[in-house]
């Protein structure tokens, strides 16, 4: 069992910043692929960035590509995913998810095997 707690969410103006974290709990951590998706009001769950147990491989959304950062520090059990340039149409909740799926496989799937309960991202214009 793994449970994931996101945080870092909160109310930014467009062009600004965010880091968002999501900590993970239990001892194997490294050996999940980690992901964060989103959805807005009205929307379906989308994958936004992916990122291999090992920190080896990323991939992204071609919406947030240049803009956002996925990274993880397996020793502090948490993966990150810094956010620059924010756009209105960021605004959503932001989930942290967990599998053992390839990442390249974790790339085109809403099928993790464990969600975190989200945190809210808001971007003003």
């Known amino acids: 069992q793994v449970q994931l707690v996101e945080s870092g969410g909160g109310l930014v103006q467009a062009g600004g910043s965010l880091r968002l974290s999501c900590a993970a709990s239990?001892?194997?951590?490294?050996?999940?692929?980690m992901g964060w998706f989103r959805q807005a009001p009205g929307k379906e769950r989308e994958f936004v960035s992916c990122i291999s147990s090992r920190g080896i491989w990323t991939y992204y959304s071609d919406s947030v590509k240049g803009r956002f950062t996925i990274s993880r520090d397996n020793a502090k059990n948490t993966v990150y995913l810094q956010m620059n340039s924010l756009k209105p149409e960021d605004t959503a909740v932001y989930y942290c998810g967990a599998t053992v799926r390839s990442s390249l496989e974790a790339s085109r799937t809403l099928g993790y095997d464990y969600w975190g309960q989200g945190t809210q991202v808001t971007v003003s214009s």
């Open positions: 239990g001892r194997t951590f490294s050996s999940y692929t």
